[in-house]
């Protein structure tokens, strides 16, 4: 199955006492890079979270937001710092002694002041919370796959047809590249003939020099590996290839582009000339759509 690295994924869930929401996006990376941000109390599950991303990603930049909401109607927990308390009371009699005044504290006034009570949070049970939250992380990577096969699905298509057209570009190369030969050949004799007698012009060097033409300017090879990449590709798109495939597909377009180039810089003639810049246009787009498959 052929999978984009662009997509989407959300889920919501609601436990006793529970409420998470969990969104992530992607996008196309040559390795799979995750960026996860959790709720402060929560951050120590960010393993747990990588660990089961990597079950459903190979690659891409991919990042994932949780947000946690505490339902509970548990107390928060308040701690009474006894030294602090103590140290305020040494200080206000000692402000008493000195300036003579009346040490008029109350239980009251003592403890509303900094740090002599403080509220703690719950401690949460995280292996109980990731229990709970495995569920909406698990469900929104399948939206994620689900979105990501969908877009490549609409890739493999356009990638088909393209791969259609290559092969028609190749076939129109193989068909004007002997011409350009024969060309060559009827040319020079033309002003072989123009710069000497006819009877002086000789055959065999005629002949000689268009075969030295003819290798130089062959394409045979370049378009026998073409062909073979296409079907390469192909095979890889249409069949059930599994894991990432796109960093394949990727070789296979760098190394079309390369039979392209030398196609290009051995046209001997200007239709070979032209097929060959609208094949390597086509490889390129070929190549900017393949580096978006996982």
């Not at 939250?133 to 796959?145: I, Q, R, Y």
Request: proline letters at 2%; one cysteine or more.
């Amino acid at each position: 199955m052929i999978r984009s690295m662009t997509g989407f994924g959300r889920s919501e869930m609601e436990t006793k006492g529970h409420k998470f929401t969990v969104e992530m996006r992607s996008l196309n990376h040559r390795y799979l890079e995750l960026g996860i941000k959790l709720p402060r109390q929560l951050l120590s599950l960010e393993s747990e979270v990588r660990n089961l991303t990597r079950q459903y990603l190979e690659r891409g930049k991919v990042d994932i937001f949780i947000f946690f909401e505490d339902l509970s109607s548990k107390p928060m927990g308040v701690r009474y710092n006894g030294g602090i308390a103590q140290a305020y009371y040494g200080y206000f009699k000692k402000i008493s002694s000195e300036f003579g005044l009346e040490n008029d504290i109350k239980v009251s006034s003592l403890s509303s002041l900094p740090e002599v009570f403080q509220t703690e949070e719950t401690k949460l049970d995280l292996s109980t919370i990731w229990h709970e939250l495995d569920p909406p992380v698990t469900k929104a990577l399948e939206d994620m796959v689900k979105a990501r096969e969908t877009e490549g699905e609409a890739l493999k298509k356009d990638l088909l047809k393209k791969l259609k057209v290559m092969e028609s570009q190749v076939s129109e190369i193989e068909e004007h590249a002997p011409r350009a030969v024969f060309a060559y050949r009827e040319n020079l004799l033309k002003k072989m003939n123009e710069l000497l007698e006819e009877s002086l012009v000789d055959p065999g060097r005629i002949a000689m020099e268009a075969a030295i033409f003819a290798d130089r300017m062959s394409v045979d090879e370049e378009m026998v590996r073409l062909k073979s990449h296409i079907k390469a590709m192909e095979d890889i798109l249409e069949g059930d290839s599994l894991g990432a495939v796109g960093r394949k597909l990727d070789f296979i377009a760098q190394e079309m582009n390369r039979e392209a180039n030398t196609t290009l810089s051995k046209a001997g003639d200007l239709a070979t000339c032209d097929a060959s810049i609208e094949l390597k246009t086509l490889i390129e787009k070929i190549r900017e759509q393949v580096q978006n498959i996982e």
